[in-house]
């Protein structure tokens, strides 16, 4: 059984899962007009992982026999400078995810509600998983400044990336 606090919460994270796909779709778009497509690949892999987190999220609210509570999502940026712009804004806004996954599971300790605590560890390693990805795409866009070619090589790499389901975490 969830606190009326704790499934607010909840709710609350379930928005910002879907915000963040909502940017990574965006990001997607811009680098697709770019003519990046490994990169629209990249972040279209990543809009289909934070839908993935929502959709965890929503399944143990259900699980719970709670009511999920949907609020509207805002606007994403459009435009953006540069890859290393985007990659250092999905940093930036990831490191904010990090920050309210490790509120969330404060609330579940104060809470006493050893369930979501359990529940709420995937993500807290999943976190430390995507800023790792982003610093290091960062440092290599950063190795490579200016050189188209090694921005190309970098697009191409990041179009490999392919979309795999995460194991959902333990109920």
Wanted: cysteine-free.
């Amino acid at each position: 059984m969830l606190s009326k606090k704790m499934l607010n919460a909840l709710n609350k994270q379930i928005n910002k899962e879907m915000y963040s796909a909502y940017l990574y779709m965006s990001m997607s778009a811009h680098s697709q007009y770019q003519g990046l497509k490994g990169f629209a690949n990249w972040f279209m892999v990543q809009y289909q992982e934070e839908m993935g987190h929502a959709m965890k999220i929503y399944d143990y609210i259900n699980d719970q026999g709670e009511r999920l509570t949907l609020k509207a999502i805002s606007e994403p940026p459009a435009e953006f400078e540069s890859p290393l712009d985007m990659f250092e804004k999905t940093l930036s806004h990831e490191k904010t995810v990090t920050k309210s996954i490790n509120d969330l599971v404060g609330l579940a300790i104060s809470e006493k509600d050893y369930a979501t605590q359990i529940f709420l560890q995937w993500f807290v390693t999943e976190q430390i998983e995507e800023e790792g990805n982003d610093n290091d795409i960062i440092s290599r866009l950063r190795l490579i400044g200016d050189n188209g070619n090694g921005l190309l090589m970098l697009d191409r790499e990041l179009g490999a990336r392919v979309y795999s389901p995460e194991a959902a975490p333990e109920k």
